[in-house]
């Protein structure tokens, strides 16, 4: 049966989610970058920083940035890690040519590419990473033990893993607020933005029925990785995973 999250699909039940993701991402590519600072507040830039430096004791040389999207998390850890190079890999090629020009009016263009595959199936060799990150993309994949395992076979040995996903909190009286903001607000926004309703009615419903906490770094666990670690962000809306490849 799987998580709960995997049978959430942004348009209907009768495709498979992978090809659902890659669709609303094709679709909602030109607002992403506006809605995801917008519904955020502008937060979703602190949450980056603080998950990038949980990688610096690592010293990553080769990193993954598994669902990189636009490539905004890809160009925060080239820049602030120094890194060799950068792979950013997502679903969606609308949202790699934003990632591509990104980086090409940066000068980056050398040393952070972009190809477009399936993260559960990615078409990179075994242990050629020294870092693998998502940014705010577990809940978007149709099997996610599958997904960590591929991230496992792909991380060199003492390799780290860091995943960035929005959460639920778990105060009733913030609860309440954020239901409100990401069960009303946030879909009437981006259906004005993108015109895409049901991407922006897709998200709440992920976040509240992605894995969370304990029950995501069990996964982690069960794919090999070993200490497996959370913290929590703004009052619990964002959550930060680590774990290393023993």
């Given at each position: ?168 909190p778990q105060n009733a009286f913030i609860r309440w607020f954020y239901d409100l903001y990401a069960l009303h607000v946030i879909p009437f926004i981006g259906s004005l933005k993108s015109g895409d309703k049901s991407a922006y009615r897709y ?44």
């Amino acid at each position: 049966m799987g998580n709960k999250v995997e049978n959430i699909k942004p348009y209907n039940e009768s495709e498979g989610k992978t090809r659902q993701v890659r669709q609303m991402f094709d679709s909602i590519a030109p607002a992403y970058d506006f809605m995801n600072h917008a519904m955020t507040m502008g937060i979703d830039k602190w949450w980056r920083k603080v998950a990038v430096n949980t990688l610096k004791a690592v010293k990553p040389g080769d990193v993954l940035d598994v669902a990189t999207g636009t490539g905004d998390f890809a160009i925060k850890l080239y820049n602030d890690l120094n890194p060799h190079a950068v792979k950013g890999v997502d679903l969606s090629e609308g949202m790699l040519e934003v990632a591509r020009r990104k980086v090409a009016d940066k000068g980056l263009d050398k040393v952070i590419t972009f190809e477009q595959g399936d993260c559960l199936d990615l078409k990179l060799g075994d242990q050629s990473f020294d870092a693998v990150t998502v940014a705010f993309g577990v809940r978007n994949f149709e099997h996610i033990e599958q997904g960590y395992r591929e991230m496992h076979r792909v991380l060199r040995p003492g390799g780290m893993l860091c995943v960035l996903e929005l959460s639920t909190p778990q105060n009733a009286f913030i609860r309440w607020f954020y239901d409100l903001y990401a069960l009303h607000v946030i879909p009437f926004i981006g259906s004005l933005k993108s015109g895409d309703k049901s991407a922006y009615r897709y998200l709440p419903l992920s976040i509240a029925a992605v894995p969370q906490g304990e029950k995501m770094l069990d996964l982690m666990r069960a794919a090999g990785f070993d200490d497996c670690r959370c913290r929590t962000l703004t009052l619990g809306t964002c959550t930060i995973y680590t774990a290393t490849k023993p």
